[in-house]
């Protein structure tokens, strides 16, 4: 079925008071009603109408409704009802029939009447929220503790601090119990689902539960073999370079990646600079290199 915008119906905002809501179900009221209007579909209009409105007027139907427009659902989106969800009962307080009534307007509020609906109208938990957390690489290796401020339609804004486990992958949730929207008539409030993403790092590229990194090492380093620092996320380690190395060549470091249960590795890869020669006696040098090596890279 598809999520019905019961503010977009009465052509009315989502933080619009009371009031306005009842003027704008007047007017529209007026408008579409089959025994004087002469606009086209009038009869389909007022249903919509009269069904907007009937969400809308009563606080705690507007709540729930609030709660879920607040995931993101827009007109015409494809809708199914969280899992668990009840519905507060209507309780036929509005003079329709259930007929009158969309698929989608039973399905968040359930059916009014009788024994049913007082079975439907005690305490009910509030509905989970989904946001997405950026943290930083190194962030999300050691974990932590971060900051956010969240906004949605039913709290308003708020600030809330997370801890962030050490290892956290991205795309896993982080659940914050009880920070979700409030419960229904005394009962417990949803819980806040948080995605974590991780911004990319200059230095070093998760490949799985491995690290990779690249290292810049000179020519001599690589002809002659060299003990050079590098870094990694948890501090800097010596790295024994053998000698005859050629850029692109790729070393391990054993459990210096992705922390858990069993680490990964991090993956160091050679890129051999080469230093400019500025000075007479610098081109010098290197055409005494020239001379003395029978060597042609692209043989």
């Given amino acids: ?47 919509a109408v009269n069904e907007a409105y009937e969400a809308l007027k009563d606080e ?4 729930e409704y609030d709660q879920l427009r607040a995931g993101g659902y827009r007109a015409g989106d494809e809708f199914r009802p969280p899992p668990n969800w009840q519905g507060h009962p209507r309780g036929g307080d509005g003079g329709f029939h259930e007929t009158d009534f969309s698929d989608f307007f039973e399905s968040v509020f359930g ?10 109208a005690g305490p009910r938990r509030g509905s989970d929220l989904q ?31 997370v801890k962030i486990p050490a290892g956290i992958e991205p795309g896993r949730q982080i659940r914050l119990s009880g920070q979700g929207n409030p419960g229904m008539r005394g009962g417990p409030a949803g819980d806040l689902l948080l995605e974590v993403g991780v911004r990319e ?28 620092t590098v870094p990694t ?49 610098q081109k010098a040098f290197y055409q005494r290199m020239a001379e003395a090596f029978d060597f042609d890279p692209r043989r």
């Avoid at 619009?16 to 009869?43: M, Q």
């Avoid at 059916?111 to 439907?120: I, N, V």
């Fill in 1 to 47: 079925m598809q999520f019905k915008d019961y503010y977009e119906t009465l052509g009315v905002k989502p933080d619009a008071t009371d009031a306005e809501i009842k003027r704008a179900y007047r007017k529209l009221a007026r408008k579409y009603h089959p025994d004087v209007s002469k606009e086209t579909g009038a009869e389909e209009k007022i249903k």
């Fill in 60 to 63: 705690d139907r507007r709540r």
């Fill in 111 to 120: 059916r009014g009447g009788g024994a049913r609906a007082h079975s439907q």
């Fill in 131 to 161: 946001a997405r957390i950026q943290i930083d690489l190194k962030s999300a290796f050691t974990g932590g503790r971060e900051r956010i401020t969240l906004r949605d339609p039913v709290q308003g804004e708020r600030t809330l601090e």
């Fill in 201 to 228: 790092d200059s230095r070093f590229q998760l490949d799985g539960r491995n690290i990779v990194s690249v290292l810049p090492i000179a020519p001599w380093e690589a002809a002659l073999g060299a003990t050079v």
């Fill in 233 to 281: 996320l948890a501090g800097e380690v010596e790295l024994r370079v053998p000698a005859g190395s050629d850029s692109g060549r790729k070393l391990r470091l054993r459990g210096r990646g992705w922390p858990g249960k069993e680490p990964g590795d991090q993956i160091v890869e050679l890129q051999i600079r080469t230093p400019k020669a500025e000075t007479e006696e």
